[in-house]
């Protein structure tokens, strides 16, 4: 019995329709909804019947929304094309997805960056060092404080 191979048929058809949506996006889509689109990933059904191109775009959700309206209404367009691109019996029925990951990813970057200010800011500049003064033992033993009547 054969076992899993590394990239599935349907993996490499996603890669190369990938490749020709980018170059087809960026050459043909005239619709103003779409502007500078990327497409960052296709993933394609197993029996390569339906893709979902994933896709980002500056501009934040609201414009990532009005591009994934006209990219999908587009779709029959870019479907075509594609097969005369690529030599398949079928090609997948496309459906384009906004992927919000770079927004969310800066919009947690800024807020770990935030975080660490405030923390600075109320524990001073210290980097997490031990005090050299000794701030942290009021007696200056070194050890836990215990009441001296033992």
Known sequence: MPGPRDFQRSDRVGEQIQRELAELVRVEVKDPRVGMVTISGV?????????????????????????????????????????????????????????DTPERGARMSSLISQALAEDRERHGDSDGEADPEGGGDPDGSGGPDVPEDR
């Open 43 to 99: 993933e394609v059904s197993k029996d390569l019947a339906h893709a979902r191109v994933y896709f980002t775009r500056l501009g934040g959700e609201e414009g990532g929304r009005e591009a994934q309206q006209g990219l999908n209404s587009a779709a029959g367009f870019l479907r075509r094309a594609l097969g005369s691109r690529i030599r398949m019996r079928s090609i997948p029925q496309l459906r384009f997805i906004y992927d």
